[in-house]
C-alpha cells in the first residue's frame, strides 16, 4: 500500500472516533487516503487481490462503528476536494468535497439551488449515494450526473435518471460503487438572496436540532405517514438514556453522544427505541446510520 500511496497516507490501526461525528469507534485495520482515481483503483485492486474487506468513508457523518473497530481498510476520500466550476450554471465537486464548501463556492458564483445542502455536514460522495436532503431540497433535484467507479473497476458516468434517487437511497447504495465527482446543475441566482436563504436554513437548523452534542444527524428513517421524532417522544423516550448516548430532549429523532458514549451505548439505545416504538405504535422503524463492524 505505500508503494501505491505516500507512507503519511496509510495509517494502521487508526481510531474510527476521529472520523466519525458521533465521536465513536474502534480502530481500523487500515486507513488509507488515496490522492487521485488512479491510486484509488490500485488500492482497490490490492484489497480485492487479497480478499480484504474496505469501506468508503466520506465525513463519517452518516456511519457508527463498532467499538471492536472495523478488521478491513477504511479508505478516505477527503482529499477528492476539488470544487471547478465547468460552466455558468454547472459546478463539478470531488466526492471528497463537503457540501458546505460546495455551497459556498455556489454562493460565490451567484447560484442557487444548492442552499438546502449547505448544513449537511457530509461529502458530495456521501450526499450522492443516499440522495441526502433538507428542507424540501434533495441531490435529485440538482444531480446533472455522477461520475462512479464501478466494482468491476470501470470508470462510468450516471445521469440523474440511472441513478434512481429515492428517499435516502440511490441504484448504487450498497452495490460497491465509489463515487468519484459529481455534476450539479445549479441556476443563476442573487447572490444575496442565496446568503440570506444559507443563513435561514442555519439558524432553522440551530434551533431544532442539538448541534452542540456529536451525532449523525436524524437516526431514523422517516416512516411513511409518520415523524420519527414524534413516534419516539410519544413513545416517552425523550431524554431516555444508554450510557453516554441519548434520545436528545430537543429532537427526539437525534441519538447524541451526550458525553464519553461507546458506540454500543448507541447501539443499545437504537435498538431498545426501535422496540419501545414498535411496541407503542406497531411502527417499525429503520436505521437510517449505517452501521460498520460487528455489533
Ligand atoms: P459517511 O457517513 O462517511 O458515509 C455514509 C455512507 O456513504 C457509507 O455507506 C459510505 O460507505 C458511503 N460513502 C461515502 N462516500 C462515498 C463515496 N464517495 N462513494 C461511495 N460510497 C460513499 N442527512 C440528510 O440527508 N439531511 C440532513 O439534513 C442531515 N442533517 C444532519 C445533521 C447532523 C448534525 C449530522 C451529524 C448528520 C446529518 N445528516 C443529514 C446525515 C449525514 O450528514 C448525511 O447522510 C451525509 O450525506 C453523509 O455523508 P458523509 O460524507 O458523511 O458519508
Redesign the pocket.
Known amino acids: 500500500m505505500r508503494q501505491i500511496v505516500s507512507s503519511e497516507n496509510v495509517i494502521e490501526n487508526e481510531d474510527m472516533s476521529r472520523?466519525?461525528?458521533?465521536k465513536t469507534g474502534g480502530p481500523a485495520s487500515l486507513f488509507i487516503s488515496p490522492a487521485d482515481t488512479e491510486q484509488l483503483k490500485k488500492v482497490i485492486e490490492v484489497l480485492d487481490r487479497i480478499s480484504a474487506a474496505f469501506?468508503?468513508?466520506?465525513?463519517?457523518?452518516?456511519?457508527l462503528v463498532s467499538d471492536k473497530g472495523f478488521d478491513g481498510a477504511v479508505i478516505s476520500?477527503r482529499k477528492?476536494s476539488e470544487v471547478t466550476l465547468k460552466d455558468d450554471t454547472t459546478i463539478v465537486a470531488g466526492?471528497?468535497a463537503?457540501?458546505s464548501a460546495i455551497a459556498s463556492f455556489a454562493r460565490d458564483n451567484s447560484l442557487t439551488g444548492f442552499e438546502?445542502?449547505a448544513?449537511?455536514?457530509?461529502?458530495?460522495?456521501?450526499?450522492?449515494?443516499?440522495?441526502?436532503?433538507?428542507?424540501d431540497g434533495?441531490?435529485k433535484l440538482v444531480t446533472k450526473e455522477v461520475t462512479?467507479?464501478s466494482p468491476s473497476g470501470e470508470i462510468m458516468v450516471l445521469d440523474n435518471s440511472t441513478m434512481e434517487f429515492g428517499y435516502?437511497t440511490s441504484a448504487?447504495?450498497?452495490r460497491g460503487?465509489?463515487?468519484?465527482s459529481a455534476a450539479l446543475q445549479l441556476e443563476k441566482g442573487d447572490q444575496e438572496a442565496i446568503t440570506a436563504k444559507m443563513a435561514e436554513l442555519a439558524s432553522r437548523?440551530r434551533d431544532k436540532?442539538?448541534?452542540e452534542y456529536?451525532?449523525?444527524?436524524?437516526t431514523f428513517k422517516r416512516p411513511e405517514g409518520y415523524f420519527a421524532g414524534k413516534l419516539i417522544e410519544d413513545a416517552g423516550l425523550r431524554g431516555y438514556s444508554v450510557g453516554g448516548a441519548a434520545v436528545s430532549d430537543k429532537h427526539c429523532g437525534?441519538v447524541i453522544n451526550k458525553g464519553g458514549a461507546t458506540s454500543s451505548d448507541i447501539y443499545r439505545l437504537i435498538t431498545e427505541v426501535k422496540d419501545k416504538v414498535q411496541k407503542e405504535s406497531g411502527v417499525e422503524l429503520e436505521p437510517?446510520?449505517?452501521m460498520?463492524g460487528e455489533f
Open positions: 472520523h466519525t461525528t458521533f469501506f468508503i468513508l466520506g465525513n463519517g457523518s452518516n456511519i476520500l477528492f466526492a471528497g463537503l457540501n438546502f445542502a448544513g449537511i455536514p457530509g461529502t458530495i460522495g456521501g450526499a450522492m449515494i443516499m440522495n441526502a436532503g433538507a428542507y434533495e441531490m462512479v467507479l435516502r448504487i447504495k450498497g460503487y465509489v463515487v468519484l437548523r436540532q442539538p448541534l456529536p451525532s449523525a444527524g436524524s437525534f437510517e446510520v449505517i460498520l
